[in-house]
T-cell receptor, first 111, second 115 residues
Framework: QKEVEQNSGPLSVPEGAIASLNCTYS??????FFWYRQYSGKSPELIMS????GDKEDGRFTAQLNKASQYVSLLIRDSQPSDSATYLC???????????FGAGTILRVKS | EAGVAQSPRYKIIEKRQSVAFWCNPI?????LYWYQQILGQGPKLLIQ????????DSQLPKDRFSAERLKGVDSTLKIQPAKLEDSAVYLC?????????????FGNGTRLTVT
């Protein structure tokens, strides 16, 4: 079992729709969770962090965390073509000193 | 605030040759990371430094890869000898503390092609 799993996609959504990206992790003791966005040929950039169960909203982005189910998701409302990128889920291990990335989900927003 | 600086941006070498990458983190960031990202995969941690000490190098192929962070500031990653499977983007990142609650700031990366 991979430490952090994501559906590779591509996930295609029309402009203005809600994009839903999912991630599961294996280390039950993980405490910190991050979503990074990576445009083609560019480096990852942090868009959301979440540490507690529930929802965290920042503009058009909402991160959702369910530690019991070992599941974290990212919702993008009113999707724009500029949101087309690979979204990487990253989880801090229970030791607190190692950040593990998933393989990423490719999102394509069609105008 | 200046970002994480990396050089070179691109490098093409033949297998069995050696190569070195350089990284200068954001000023004041104590933690520095080297990640390897193969096309279509997520970044994989090679080595993590806290100041000039190694925190984690469990996934560093030590028979061919080496890294150092002298004086707790900039860092170099070396591959000798390179193999075809080392073709990847090498990302340097830094954070103000450990990975628990401090976000990583990535440099632009070095794209290595081994022929």
């Amino acid at each position: 079992q991979k430490e952090v799993e994501q559906n590779s996609g591509p996930l295609s959504v029309p402009e203005g729709a809600i994009a839903s990206l999912n991630c599961t992790y294996s280390d039950r003791g993980s405490q910190s969770f991050f979503w990074y966005r990576q445009y083609s040929g560019k480096s990852p950039e942090l868009i959301m962090s979440i540490y507690s169960n529930g929802d965290k909203e920042d503009g058009r982005f909402t991160a959702q965390l369910n530690k019991a189910s070992q599941y974290v998701s990212l919702l993008i409302r009113d999707s724009q073509p500029s949101d087309s990128a690979t979204y990487l889920c990253a989880v801090n291990n229970s030791g607190g000193n190692k950040l593990v990335f998933g393989a990423g989900t490719i999102l394509r927003v069609k105008s | 605030e200046a970002g994480v600086a990396q050089s070179p941006r691109y490098k093409i070498i033949e297998k069995r040759q050696s190569v070195a990458f350089w990284c200068n983190p954001i000023s004041g960031h104590a933690t520095l990371y080297w990640y390897q990202q193969i096309l279509g995969q997520g970044p994989k941690l090679l080595i993590q430094f806290q100041n000039n000490g190694v925190v984690d190098d469990s996934q560093l192929p030590k028979d061919r890869f080496s890294a150092e962070r002298l004086k707790g500031v900039d860092s170099t990653l070396k591959i000798q000898p390179a193999k075809l499977e080392d073709s990847a983007v090498y990302l340097c990142a830094s954070s103000s503390a450990g990975t628990g609650y401090s976000p990583l700031h990535f440099g632009n990366g070095t794209r290595l092609t081994v022929t």
